[in-house]
C-alpha cells in the first residue's frame, strides 16, 4: 500500500514559507522562500516498497517507478560517469582506508576501486544488495534503509551517486552522513542537476522529475550555498 507524507515546511531550514512552481498530478512541486530548496510537497514514505519492487531495475512496461533500462547493462557507464571520484580515491587511497557506498545498487562502482582500501556498502534493494555481493566478495553488505543503519565506523570516504534527491529527512541524511566521517573524510556525491538548461524548459516534463522517488530537485547554486 502506497503511503505518503505531506511536507509542511522546509526540510533543510525549517521554513514554512512555500513558492508553488507547478503540479505533478497531486503533488506540488514546492520552492523554498528561504533557502531556495526545491522539493515536493508530497512524499513517498514507504521506502521498503518502493525500492524492493522486482520492477524497479528492469525496463519494462511495469516499471512505472524509475527511468532505468536494463541495469544491469549500466556497468560501462557507471565506470565512466564517475571518473572523477575514482581519480580522487585513487590518490588518496592509503592502506586500510575505509570507504562506504550508499545506495551502491548492483556495486558497479566498487568494482574499480584500489583493493587496499576497506569496503562497505549500504543498499536498501535486497535484490540489488546480492547483487553487489555477488561483483564485490570483499564488500561489508548492509541491505537496509541507511537512515535506520547503525554504523559504529567512521570513514575515510563517503561515495553516493544519485541518492541524496530520494531522501527523505533530507536535513538528517546529511547530519548522518558527515557523523560517519573521519577526520579529514570526504563526501563525494552526485545529484541531477534541476537547474540546467533542458530540466528548466521541459519544467513538469523534465527528465529529471520522478515524481515517486525524486523528492529533492538541487541545483549548482544550492549546493554551493549550503552544503
Known amino acids: 500500500r502506497e503511503k505518503y507524507k505531506l511536507i509542511k515546511k522546509c526540510n533543510y531550514c525549517q521554513s514554512m514559507k512555500q513558492l508553488i512552481l507547478f503540479s505533478i498530478g497531486e ?5 523554498c522562500a528561504k533557502c531556495g530548496l526545491t522539493y515536493l510537497d508530497k512524499q513517498r514514505i514507504d521506502v521498503d516498497n518502493l525500492y524492493n519492487n522486482k520492477n524497479y531495475y528492469k525496463n ?50 566498487l568494482k574499480y576501486l584500489p583493493k587496499n582500501l576497506k569496503f562497505y556498502a ?12 555477488e561483483n564485490n566478495p570483499d564488500v561489508k553488505v548492509y541491505d537496509t534503509d541507511f537512515m535506520k543503519l547503525k554504523l559504529d565506523e567512521n570513514f575515510d570516504f563517503i561515495v553516493s551517486f544519485d541518492v541524496i534527491e530520494h531522501q527523505i529527512n533530507l536535513k538528517e541524511y546529511l547530519t548522518k552522513v558527515y557523523s560517519l566521517l573521519g577526520k579529514d573524510g570526504v563526501f563525494i556525491f552526485t545529484t541531477p542537476d534541476y537547474g540546467s538548461f533542458l530540466n528548466k524548459i521541459f519544467g513538469s516534463h523534465a527528465p529529471t522529475i520522478q515524481p515517486l522517488y525524486h523528492n529533492y530537485y538541487f541545483d549548482q547554486k544550492w549546493i554551493k550555498e549550503n552544503l
Open 60 to 109: 519494462s512496461e511495469k516499471n512505472s517507478v524509475a527511468n532505468y533500462c536494463d541495469y544491469t547493462s549500466q556497468e560501462k557507464v557507471v565506470k565512466n560517469k564517475f571518473k572523477f571520484a575514482y581519480s580522487y580515491i585513487y590518490k588518496n587511497a592509503l592502506n586500510n582506508k575505509k570507504l562506504l557506498e550508499i545506495g551502491a545498487g548492483y556495486g558497479f562502482f
Open 27 to 31: 503533488q506540488n512541486l514546492i520552492k
Open 122 to 133: 549500504v543498499e536498501i534493494s535486497k535484490l540489488a544488495a546480492k547483487k553487489i555481493q
